[in-house]
């Protein structure tokens, strides 16, 4: 998902919303102890952080994402970037790594979407949140800051491979 920074009349295109504590804490109890989480998208770090804070053991790097080799033991909990959505989830597919993602909930209407996942023995489940993420956001002055109010798209955590109580939870 792009943002539009506007300074002085230009806009300046980025894909970097950083993911609130909270949003973590608000599904900890859907993600499994057991398992590493890999949080395969770096961003400022602090997602990761946030995940050892909250208890896991958590794989977090600034490496390329399509160049790691994950273990069988791993999950990926991440926030990623919303432009690249469609390799990202075709990656995890293909390598056969249950997830979850935080994604808009527009997502789940684009053809790729569809033809990733209609034909698949394993859903997708949702996990839906009570309101708007407040994401932290780049500023113009290249720091990140919280948002006063939640995003301006509602978001899902999009989980695959994960055997939650039923496809769709509401908190």
Request: include cysteine; aromatic fraction near 14%.
């Amino acid at each position: 998902m792009a943002q539009l920074i506007y300074s002085k009349g230009t806009q300046v295109r980025n894909d970097e919303y950083m993911t609130p504590k909270g949003a973590w804490e608000d599904i900890q109890m859907y993600i499994p102890g057991d398992k590493l989480i890999w949080e395969a998208f770096y961003g400022d770090g602090t997602s990761g952080q946030y995940l050892r804070e909250l208890g896991f053991d958590v794989i977090h790097e600034d490496v390329d994402f399509y160049s790691r080799i994950p273990s069988a033991d791993e999950i990926c909990v991440s926030n990623p970037p919303f432009s690249g959505t469609q390799k990202i989830l075709q990656r995890l597919v293909d390598i056969d790594m249950p997830f979850i993602l935080i994604l808009p909930s527009s997502k789940i209407n684009t053809q790729y979407f569809r033809n990733i996942f209609a034909n698949r023995s394993e859903p997708i489940q949702l996990i839906v949140p009570k309101k708007r993420i407040s994401f932290r956001c780049l500023t113009e002055t290249g720091t990140y800051e919280q948002s006063k109010s939640g995003a301006w798209f509602d978001c899902f955590y999009y989980c695959w491979k994960m055997d939650l109580p039923s496809d769709i939870m509401w908190l």
